[in-house]
């Protein structure tokens, strides 16, 4: 029993090792690559349909690779996940790089990144719906919510080391970490190759049939539709900080407005990561507690942001934001896989990490045009949505076991 025990454990550190990878990767982008642009001769919109339209190819990938892992299993897509990260990671550097160099048009860069950005997120869909099925066929209903939360604390932790680790070695090279963390992700698969196991080998609960689960299906869409509204609103603040902190924080340079965007991020993954490592594991609150709670929370930070004159309390808004974030990826999770069937923890995984990137395809475009309008609006724009979605929730009647 021990080593069953001991075993399990192992399992839930590679899937979390793999996760942080995956996190570190998305925080990493927006740090790098923002200021980045302006130096490559790109405008605020072209980097924004960049963020975007790596999300868009990856709605139908995470949808596809988590139906996939119902059938070849999760182990495998989780692996084919971070192999893919690394190569997609590897190319998208060094197609900055050319644009350093001043090889190309900056047309002829923006398609030569455009593409690249569309195989990224064709090939990385299949590590978060794997994860969350992976916790799914391991967890009970009652600890569902405990598990989730490994997930999003796993996530936290990536958002936390990616800005920390990305602004050191950028210091290095503007495009070493964005090497770096391809061979982070080469190391992950490796690990998940030797150490992972499939968790239906030690349960046997999960038939291998594959049913049509809907987006539509109403057990699940109010869920879907909280990911999707959160990660348009998250992704449009998050895609402008640095812009933001240039331009109305009055923060100039380079490495200086990298340093302050890195403690920002840092400041929110670090409170989801204590959220979920600590006071979640220890105080099992159920989803719907959660839900009713996290995003009233993220409204109202978002509308205080406007009026913040200073870095320490931009850093502290996005703590806010980090404690709302602990909340949301298990309370949407564990509802979402609490209300349909064992033979549906596939789909419903695949579901679950699509609806948050159609947000994420959206937000950033969103974002970006707000913010060329007025910088406060994307601010504004976020609060309202995420409020109205916080009172939704305080009407829907959601599992907890």
Request: charged share 10%.
């Amino acid at each position: 029993m021990n080593k069953r025990q001991s075993r399990i454990s192992l399992d839930k550190i590679i899937l979390i090792i793999g996760l942080i990878i995956y996190g570190a990767g998305f925080s990493l982008l927006y740090i790098i690559f923002a200021p980045l642009s302006r130096s490559i001769g790109l405008s605020t919109n072209q980097f924004g349909i960049l963020i975007a339209i790596s999300n868009v190819a990856l709605v139908f990938s995470s949808f596809y690779w988590g139906k996939k892992s119902q059938s070849i299993g999760r182990k495998p897509v989780f692996i084919i996940g971070l192999f893919s990260y690394a190569l997609a990671y590897a190319l998208f550097a060094f197609g900055i790089q050319l644009g350093l160099w001043g090889l190309f048009a900056t047309w002829q860069l923006f398609s030569i990144l455009f593409v690249i950005r569309l195989i990224y997120g064709g090939l990385i869909g299949g590590i978060q719906p794997a994860a969350v099925a992976y916790i799914s066929d391991s967890t009970e209903g009652e600890h569902r919510t405990q598990g989730m939360a490994l997930i999003g604390m796993s996530s936290g932790i990536g958002t936390m080391i990616g800005p920390a680790v990305g602004g050191g070695l950028a210091f290095v090279h503007p495009l070493f970490p964005l090497y770096f963390g391809a061979a982070l992700a080469i190391i992950g698969g490796l690990l998940a190759m030797k150490f992972l196991i499939e968790p239906n080998q030690r349960l046997q609960t999960r038939p291998v049939q594959i049913h049509n689960l809907k987006f539509y299906d109403k057990r699940i869409m109010p869920y879907l539709i909280g990911w999707a509204v959160a990660f348009l609103v998250f992704t449009g603040t998050q895609v402008i900080a640095a812009f933001f902190i240039e331009d109305r924080l009055g923060i100039t340079g380079y490495n200086e407005i990298i340093k302050a965007t890195s403690i920002a991020l840092l400041s929110m993954a670090l409170t989801t990561t204590l959220m979920q490592a600590v006071v979640l594991q220890i105080i099992n609150i159920p989803a719907r507690i959660l839900l009713r709670l996290c995003f009233l929370i993220f409204g109202f930070v978002l509308f205080s942001i406007p009026y913040i004159e200073t870095l320490n309390y931009y850093y502290l808004s996005f703590a806010g934001i980090g404690v709302a974030f602990s909340m949301i990826t298990p309370g949407l999770n564990s509802a979402a896989t609490l209300s349909v069937e064992e033979h549906e923890q596939g789909e419903v995984a695949g579901l679950l990490s699509a609806a948050p990137v159609v947000g994420m395809i959206f937000g950033p475009v969103i974002g970006a045009l707000l913010y060329n309008i007025n910088p406060n609006y994307p601010f504004f724009f976020g609060s309202l949505a995420v409020i109205v979605l916080g009172i939704y929730f305080q009407f829907v009647k959601t599992p907890d076991s």
